[in-house]
């Protein structure tokens, strides 16, 4: 439901921002995210902002939206919440965003709002601009790079992990060999 978009940027905004996440510190500054090297408080990003404000009323593309879109399709996850969420939460967290800038990007979406006809997408005739098949391109351009991203850091994952086990067993190869051949050799010395 195109009221949904909303609360969702919201969300997605406060998640990538990792806002609400307890901390492991203690004391006065407890629950309250904090910088491993110096101790410093955690900043928001400035690509994240509180609540982004998007208007599902009004065309994606408005400039009201502007701050909304720019949040969920390129808002940076801070490092110390990157490594608090760990590599699967953050893989949901990139397909909840793709997933958002493709539900904004539908004609779908926009008829909702009475911006644009349900079927053909192009813009309703006497409506203001903002809402376009460019605009609604570059939305699924910014999923689209999500995604390849998300594809990207899951290779990387399991080339590691693969590589990791292909040393253990080659590890273990050699051990057994290794045992084998002492084994062969206090038999032959019996």
């Excluded at 997605?12 to 996440?21: D, R």
């Excluded at 399991?158 to 084994?183: G, L, M, P, Y």
């Amino acid at each position: 439901d195109a009221g949904c978009f909303a609360a969702s940027a919201d969300r997605l905004a406060a998640l990538i921002a990792g806002a609400g996440l307890p901390s492991v510190s203690t004391g006065a500054g407890g629950r309250v995210l904090r910088n491993a090297e110096d101790g410093s408080v955690l900043k928001r990003p400035d690509s994240v902002p509180v609540a982004p404000g998007f208007k599902p009323t009004l065309p994606v593309g408005a400039a009201d939206n502007k701050a909304a879109v720019d949040c969920v399709s390129a808002g940076e996850v801070p490092a110390a919440v990157s490594a608090l969420y760990g590599t699967e939460t953050e893989a949901k967290l990139a397909a909840a965003r793709a997933r958002w800038l493709t539900a904004v990007a539908a004609p779908a979406a926009e008829w909702k709002s009475g911006t644009v006809d349900a079927i053909t997408g192009e813009a309703a005739t006497g409506l203001p601009a903002g809402q376009n098949a460019e605009s609604r391109s570059e939305l699924l351009a910014a999923a689209e790079g999500i995604l390849r991203g998300l594809v990207a850091t899951t290779e990387a994952s399991v080339a590691a992990v693969a590589a990791a086990e292909q040393e253990r067993i080659t590890a273990e190869k050699e051990e057994s060999s290794t045992e084998r051949a002492a084994k062969a050799e206090a038999a032959a010395a019996a």
